[in-house]
């Protein structure tokens, strides 16, 4: 795994548990103050003024190491380490935690237009869902390139879909206005990287 996502994963953990650990310790307050500062709000895009200059654009960049509790996290990063060990068969290092960043501005993006009075949002998920979006994206280049069949890459497209329509309505505080973000940002720059990669004679 490149180390810019061991950096990424170890901070998202040690920051879950500092903030569990003190509500556990009666000091939920702590949790409350972390979203507080690096949460993503919405109305920060809009008329809101922060707490603090630059936070309207800061949090596009924090939001991410936040989580809403030990599963939350658990989920995002098995799910982020799975795509992580896909990803590197098709992408460089730099390429992967291009895609994680740009995804996670594209998710917030989306969340903020699409969702201009939601809640406090938090959480990998929008970034995770860039990298499954590169993923599917250049798979299907490939696959056009070699005229293959469409069959798997098309089910596996929509496995995704399902499973965040069924993550939306089951949990309804699921913010797939960035999940969805974030999979538009990803899938449109794995198609962008791999266009730009010369085919092999």
Same mark, same amino acid.
């Given at each position: 795994m490149p180390i810019a996502f061991r950096i990424i994963i170890g901070t998202c953990v040690l920051i879950e548990l500092v903030l569990t650990a003190a509500t556990l310790a009666g000091y939920p307050?702590?949790?409350?103050?972390a #979203? &507080? @500062?690096?949460? #993503? #709000?919405?109305?920060?895009?809009g008329h809101w003024t922060g707490i603090y200059p630059g936070q309207a654009v800061g949090m596009f960049a924090t939001y991410g190491f936040? *989580?809403?509790? &030990? &599963? *939350?996290?658990?989920?995002?990063m098995v799910a982020l380490a799975q795509l992580?060990?896909?990803?590197?068969?098709?992408?460089?290092? *730099?390429?992967m935690l291009a895609v994680y960043a740009v995804s996670q501005v594209g998710a917030g993006l989306a969340q903020g237009v699409l969702a201009p009075h939601g809640p406090v949002m938090v959480g990998a998920s929008g970034a995770i869902f860039g990298l499954a979006g590169?993923?599917?994206?250049?798979?299907?280049?490939?696959?056009?390139?070699?005229? &293959?069949?469409m069959g798997p890459l098309a089910q596996s497209a929509l496995t995704l879909l399902v499973l965040n329509v069924a993550l939306a309505l089951l949990v309804p505080q699921i913010a797939w206005q960035a999940h969805l973000g974030g999979f538009i940002t990803g899938a449109a720059m794995?198609?962008?990287?791999? @266009?730009?990669?010369?085919r092999r004679a």
């Open positions: 307050a702590l949790r409350q103050g #979203f &507080l @500062l690096g949460g #993503f #709000f919405p109305q920060l895009m936040l *989580h809403a509790g &030990l &599963l *939350h996290l658990g989920m995002n992580l060990r896909e990803l590197a068969r098709i992408m460089t290092a *730099h390429a590169a993923l599917l994206a250049r798979g299907y280049v490939a696959t056009r390139r070699r005229r &293959l069949a794995g198609v962008a990287q791999a @266009l730009m990669r010369p």
